[in-house]
C-alpha cells in the first residue's frame, strides 16, 4: 500500500471543566475493527522501537502523553509524523516498514491493531521487506 494511504486522524475531543474526554470507535473513527490494545511506556531517551513491517495489520498509534515520532516506509519513501496530542492519532497500513524515536520523557504510545499478536505477520528483516514490496 502506498504511504498516502497512512494519515494523520483527529478523533473526537469532548471538552469539558472537569476534563476533556475522547474516543476511538472501530470502523467508524479507525478504518478497522480493534481487536488489541498495546502500549509503550518507561522508553528510554534514545531508543529506537519498531524497525519491522506487517503483512496484514492495520495500526493506529496514539501519543497518549508526550511525544515521539514515527517514521513510516513503502518501500519507495519515507515520511516521519511526530506524534504529541491525545485527540490525533496515525493510521497505519499494512506493509508498511516504521520505527518510533525520538521520545519525550514519559512517553506512552498507545497501539489499537486490527489483529490479535502474531509473530508471522512481522516482517523483521528490511531487505525481505523490500522484495515484497516489489523495492528490491
Ligand atoms: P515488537 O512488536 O517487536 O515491539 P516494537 O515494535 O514496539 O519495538 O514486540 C516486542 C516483543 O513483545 C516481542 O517479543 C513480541 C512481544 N509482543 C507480544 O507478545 N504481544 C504484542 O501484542 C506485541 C505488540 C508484542
Given at each position: 500500500m502506498p504511504l498516502r494511504d497512512c494519515r494523520i486522524i483527529e478523533l473526537p475531543k469532548v471538552c469539558d471543566q472537569r476534563g476533556n474526554l475522547t474516543f476511538v470507535e472501530g470502523g467508524n473513527h479507525v478504518p478497522f475493527e480493534i481487536r488489541r490494545v498495546y502500549y509503550l511506556y518507561d522508553v528510554p531517551g534514545g531508543a529506537e522501537r519498531g524497525a519491522h513491517a506487517h503483512r496484514n495489520l492495520s495500526q493506529f498509534i496514539v501519543a497518549m502523553s508526550g511525544s515521539f515520532d514515527v517514521v513510516l516506509n513503502d518501500g519507495f519513501e519515507s515520511k516521519r509524523f511526530h506524534l504529541n496530542r491525545s485527540y490525533f492519532g496515525l493510521y497505519v497500513c499494512p506493509l508498511m516498514w516504521r520505527y518510533l524515536d525520538n521520545f519525550s520523557s514519559g512517553a506512552v504510545c498507545m497501539v489499537l491493531a486490527s489483529?490479535?499478536?502474531?509473530?508471522?505477520?512481522?516482517?523483521?528483516?528490511y531487505d525481505t521487506f523490500s522484495a515484497t514490496v516489489g523495492a528490491g
Open positions: 489483529e490479535h499478536y502474531d509473530e508471522a505477520d512481522y516482517i523483521r528483516d
